[in-house]
C-alpha cells in the first residue's frame, strides 16, 4: 500500500530562521514524482517544488529546497530565511507516474515575528 | 486573486439526478484536472486536459463526462448521480508536466442520497 507520513502537526520558527519539515512515504514503485504543496489560511493549496524520484539531485526553488533519500524514503522540505507569509498547512505527496495522488496529513507551519 | 474558481462549494442531490461542476482558472495554464478525495484514498483522478480541446480519463472516469470549454474552463459532469459518488471533488490545473498539479481549487463537497 503506498502511504504518506507527516509526523510534525504543528510546527513554528522565528522570521529569517530555517526550519525543516518532515516527511516519508511507503512504495513498491520506482519511479513517481513527490511534490511539497502549501495552503496559507483561507487559501488554495499550491505546488512549493517537485522532485522526480529517478534524479539523485535535491530540487531547489529560490528559499525551498528537499533533501530526497531515495533508500530511507525520506522527502523533507528545509525553508531558509523564514518570513511570515511562509506561514500555512504544508502537504508533502507522491504520485506513482499516471496513477493515484498521496497526500500526507499535514503539518502546520508558524512563522513567529 | 489569480486561482481556481470551482462552483458550488457545497451540493446534495438525489440519486439519478444530474449536476455539472465548474472549474476556471485565470493562470493561463494549459493543463486542467478533476480529482475526487475519499476518506483514506487520497486524490483519485477522474479526467484530465492536456490542453484546450483535448480530454482523457483518469483513475476513476466512470459515471463522469468532462468538456473543456476552452483554455479558462474545465467541468466535471455526473449523469446519473449514484451514492458512490458522494464525495468532496477538486479541479487542478498546471503548467507543469502531465499529471502534476500545481494549483489546486477549494473543493466542492458533494453528496448522493
Known amino acids: 500500500a503506498q502511504t504518506v507520513t507527516q509526523s510534525q502537526p504543528e510546527m513554528s520558527v522565528q522570521e529569517a530562521e530555517t526550519v525543516t519539515l518532515s516527511c516519508t512515504y511507503d512504495?513498491?514503485?520506482?519511479?513517481?514524482?513527490l511534490f511539497w504543496y502549501k495552503q496559507p489560511p483561507s487559501r488554495q493549496m499550491i505546488l512549493v517544488i517537485r522532485q522526480e524520484a529517478y534524479k539523485q539531485q535535491n530540487a531547489t526553488e529560490n528559499r525551498f529546497s528537499v533533501n530526497f533519500q531515495k533508500a530511507a524514503k525520506s522527502f523533507s522540505l528545509k525553508i531558509s530565511d523564514s518570513q511570515l507569509g511562509d506561514t500555512a498547512m504544508y502537504f508533502c505527496a507522491f504520485i506513482i507516474t499516471g496513477n493515484q495522488f498521496y497526500f500526507g496529513t499535514g503539518t502546520s507551519l508558524t512563522v513567529i515575528p | 486573486n489569480a486561482g481556481v474558481t470551482q462552483t458550488p462549494k457545497f451540493q446534495v442531490l438525489k440519486t439519478g439526478q444530474s449536476m455539472t461542476l465548474q472549474c476556471a482558472q485565470d493562470?493561463?495554464?494549459?493543463?486542467m484536472y478533476w480529482y475526487r478525495q475519499d476518506p483514506g484514498m487520497g486524490l483519485r483522478l477522474i479526467y484530465y486536459?492536456?490542453?484546450?480541446?483535448?480530454?482523457d480519463k483518469g483513475e476513476v472516469p466512470n459515471g463522469y463526462n468532462v468538456s473543456r470549454l476552452n483554455k479558462r474552463e474545465f467541468s466535471l459532469r455526473l449523469e446519473s448521480a449514484a451514492p458512490s459518488q458522494t464525495s468532496v471533488y477538486f479541479c487542478?490545473?498546471?503548467?507543469?508536466?502531465?499529471?502534476?498539479?500545481?494549483?489546486f481549487g477549494d473543493g466542492t463537497r458533494l453528496s448522493i442520497l
Open positions: 486536459s492536456a490542453s484546450e480541446g483535448t480530454t
Open positions: 493562470m493561463n495554464h494549459n493543463s
Open positions: 512504495t513498491s514503485e520506482n519511479n513517481y514524482y
Open positions: 487542478a490545473s498546471s503548467e507543469l508536466g502531465v499529471r502534476q498539479p500545481q494549483h
